[in-house]
């Protein structure tokens, strides 16, 4: 990660976006507007917010995720939720899921800003 292109989070943190050298730039901006996701969601595991808030950071880089007990127990506790919800759907349910393309959603689509929602 470079420090290109750092700003401030919301609570003043320091904030760079994801830069692996072996994502695209598409895949790279995609990550980073999800970890920001995560880290802003108020119902998100707060493990998980921690990892987001870490790599948005410049404190762990996205290589070392799994070899970190705090990002490997993150990662865990997220699934887990997941896991949860997906046992909890009907079939029509998790076939929406499979089926949903997030390019198609209207509600996705870049604003007048150019950031996604």
Do not use: C
């Not at 998100?44 to 410049?58: S, V």
């Not at 993150?74 to 997906?86: H, K, P, V």
């Amino acid at each position: 990660m470079s420090s290109g292109g750092n700003q401030f989070g919301p609570q003043g943190e320091r904030e760079y976006p994801i830069e692996d050298k072996n994502l695209t730039e598409e895949q790279n901006e995609q990550l980073t507007a999800s970890l920001r996701k995560v880290r802003d969601m108020k119902d998100a595991p707060p493990a998980l917010q921690d990892l987001a808030r870490q790599l948005l950071g410049g404190r762990m880089e996205l290589k070392d995720v799994l070899d970190s007990p705090s990002g490997h127990r993150a990662l865990g506790e997220g699934l887990a939720g997941m896991r949860e919800q997906w046992r909890n759907m009907s079939p029509q349910e998790r076939q929406q899921v499979r089926d949903y393309d997030p390019d198609e959603d209207p509600k996705n689509a870049p604003g007048r800003d150019g950031r996604i929602r």
